[in-house]
C-alpha cells in the first residue's frame, strides 16, 4: 500500500494522519517545528493550540456543537482528546493546552501506521499527499504551492469587513438592487447605502483619520508591505483605510463605486454605494463588501455608522487583519479537497480556507478519509450538505471565488428548509431530523472503510 505523506502536524494534519493510518495506511507526518518556528508556535508539540485555548461552543444548539458531535461521531482523534483534557469553560470545549498537544502528540507517535519526521518541507511532495500546513506555512512552500496553483489563488493576509445584523438596517435609506455584472444573483441579494457628495467626504475623512489596531510582531512585515505598497497583498483586499488613505477619491472609483446602481428615493445615481452582501440565506447577517479593515474596534463602530442606513448598526463580527496564508477554495478545490488539476493531492485545515480550531480538525478528518479512498480506488465520499462538514465543504467548493474569504462553520451554510419556520428552535429542530436522517448512509460508509467490506457485500 502506498504511503501517503501529510505535511504539518498542526491541527488538521494530525487528524488527517490519525484517519489514514485507523484505515491501515502507512503514513509519513512531516513537522518543521522545532527546527523551523511559526511566528505563533512556541512549542515542539504537535497539534498545538496558538491562541485560545476553546475550540468553541459544544452546546447541541450552536454551529460550533454540530461540528463537536459529528467530529465524534466520525471518530476524530482530536475531539477525543479535547474532550479528555476539558477545563471549566460553560457551554465550550475548552482544554488543558499543554495536555492536549502532549496527548496528540504521544498518540501520533504510538500509532505503528505513523512515522513523524522533523523537518522543513520546501515543495509539494508527490502523490499521495495531504498539504495542512496552515495560516503560517513556510514561504519556501508557499512559493512553491504559488507557482503550481497561480498567485490569484493564494491569498498570504485577510483583512476581515464587519458583518452587521440584518434588523438594524435603515430600510428607509438602504435599498436592494446588483451592480451590473451582479445580475446573477437573485435580486436583492445585496442591500445598498447611497452616499450624497457631502457625506462621502465625511466618511473618507472619517477612515483617514480613525485609529489603527496595533499589530502583532509577526504580522509587522504586512504593514510594512502595505505602507511600501509592495508585498504579497492583493489590490481587491486592502484595507479600507489604506484606500481612503492613498486618494480621498480610490474608494468612490474603487468598491464603493456607484455605476449601474439608482436611489429609488432620488430616482439618481448616488455620488457612492456601499454595498451589502447577505451572509446567509435568511438575510440575519450583512457584510460591508469592499470594507476590509484593522480599524480598533471602537473605530469601526464609530466610522461605520456615518454610512448611510448604518446609523443604528449592530456589529455581530468587527473586521480585522491577520497574517493567514489560504487558498481560493472554490477556486481550486474539489468538494473532497483534492486539489483540482493535481490528483492525488489534497489541502485541509486553514490552508483549505476554513476558519477556526473545529473547522481545521474537520477538514484535516475529510482530507484522511478522501486520501485513504484514493489510495484503495474507491470513490470520494459525498458527504451530506445537512451535517455541518459537508456545509462547510460545499461552501468551500461552491462559494464565489470573486469574493472569498475563509468560512467558519455557522448555520447559514445548511441548505434552506423547504418551509423555514420563524422560531429558531422550530428551526434547529428540522435542521436535526434532515441530518440525522442523513447519518445513516455516512455511518455505514465510514464503517466500512474502517473494517473493510463485510462478507457478501
Ligand atoms: C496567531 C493566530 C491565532 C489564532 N487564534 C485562533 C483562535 O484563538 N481560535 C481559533 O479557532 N483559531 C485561531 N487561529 C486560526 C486557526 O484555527 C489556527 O491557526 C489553527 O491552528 C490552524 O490549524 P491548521 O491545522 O490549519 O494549522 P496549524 O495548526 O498552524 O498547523 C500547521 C503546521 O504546519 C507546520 N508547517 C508550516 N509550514 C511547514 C513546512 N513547510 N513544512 C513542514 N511543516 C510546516 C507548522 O509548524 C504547524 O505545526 C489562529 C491563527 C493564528 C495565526
Known amino acids: 500500500m502506498s504511503e501517503v505523506v501529510v505535511v504539518g502536524g498542526g491541527l488538521a494534519g494530525c487528524e488527517a494522519a490519525w484517519q489514514l493510518a485507523q484505515r491501515g495506511l502507512p503514513v509519513r507526518l512531516i513537522e518543521m517545528r522545532p527546527e523551523r518556528m511559526t511566528g505563533a508556535h ?13 475550540l468553541g461552543s459544544a452546546l447541541p444548539d450552536r454551529a460550533a456543537g454540530w461540528l463537536v458531535n459529528e467530529l465524534s461521531r466520525c471518530g476524530s482523534l482530536l475531539i477525543e482528546v479535547a474532550r479528555a483534557c476539558t477545563v471549566p469553560a460553560g457551554g465550550a470545549l475548552a482544554v488543558d493546552r499543554d495536555r492536549f498537544a502532549c496527548t496528540v502528540t504521544e498518540r501520533i507517535e504510538r500509532h505503528p501506521n505513523i512515522q513523524v519526521e522533523r523537518r ?7 502523490p499521495p499527499c495531504i ?14 504551492l504559488e507557482r503550481r496553483v497561480g498567485h490569484r489563488a493564494l491569498f498570504f ?6 458583518v452587521v445584523a440584518g434588523d438594524s438596517l435603515d430600510r428607509s435609506i438602504v435599498f436592494a438592487a446588483s451592480r451590473r ?7 436583492g441579494d445585496y442591500l445598498n447605502c447611497p452616499f450624497t457628495r457631502e457625506e462621502y467626504d465625511r466618511f473618507v475623512e472619517a477612515l483617514r483619520t480613525a485609529e489603527r489596531a496595533p499589530l502583532a510582531e509577526f504580522e509587522r512585515e504586512i504593514d510594512q508591505g502595505v505602507k511600501a ?22 474608494l468612490a472609483y474603487g468598491p464603493l463605486r456607484p455605476v449601474g446602481l439608482q436611489d429609488p428615493r432620488t430616482g439618481r445615481r448616488p455620488w457612492a454605494v456601499l454595498q451589502l452582501r447577505r451572509e446567509d440565506p435568511a438575510g440575519e447577517r450583512y457584510n460591508l463588501v469592499g470594507c476590509q479593515t484593522n480599524l480598533r474596534v471602537s473605530e469601526q463602530e464609530r466610522v461605520f455608522r456615518m454610512v448611510p442606513g448604518l446609523a443604528q448598526a449592530r456589529f455581530l463580527r468587527y473586521g480585522q487583519m491577520h497574517r493567514n496564508t489560504y487558498l481560493n477554495a472554490p477556486r481550486i478545490l474539489g468538494p473532497d479537497l483534492s486539489l483540482r488539476g493535481h490528483p492525488g493531492i489534497w489541502i485541509a485545515g486553514q490552508l483549505a480556507g476554513v476558519e477556526g480550531y473545529l473547522g481545521n480538525i474537520a477538514t484535516g478528518l475529510v482530507a484522511g478519509i478522501q486520501a485513504a479512498r484514493w489510495v484503495r ?3 470520494p465520499i459525498e458527504w451530506p450538505t445537512s451535517h455541518m462538514i459537508g456545509a462547510l465543504l460545499n461552501a468551500l467548493s461552491h462559494s464565489d471565488p470573486v469574493w472569498f474569504q475563509p468560512i467558519k462553520a455557522n448555520f447559514g451554510l445548511l441548505p434552506p428548509l423547504p418551509e423555514a419556520p420563524a422560531s429558531r428552535a422550530a428551526r434547529l429542530e428540522l435542521w436535526s431530523r434532515r441530518a440525522q436522517e442523513d447519518w445513516s448512509r455516512l455511518a455505514c460508509e465510514l464503517h466500512r472503510d474502517l473494517v473493510g467490506p463485510a462478507p457478501g457485500d
Open 181 to 187: 455584472g451582479q445580475g446573477v444573483l437573485p435580486e
Open 377 to 379: 480506488g474507491q470513490p
Open 42 to 54: 512556541r512549542t515542539s508539540w504537535l497539534a498545538e493550540l496558538v491562541c485560545s485555548n476553546s
Open 120 to 126: 522543513e518541507v520546501l515543495s509539494v511532495p508527490p
Open 131 to 144: 498539504i495542512a500546513t496552515g495560516p503560517l506555512t513556510s514561504p519556501a512552500l508557499s512559493a512553491d
Open 229 to 250: 505598497g509592495e508585498g504579497p497583498f492583493f489590490e481587491g483586499c486592502l484595507p479600507i483605510e489604506v484606500l481612503a488613505a492613498r486618494d480621498p477619491l480610490a
Open 157 to 162: 493576509y485577510d483583512a476581515i469587513a464587519p
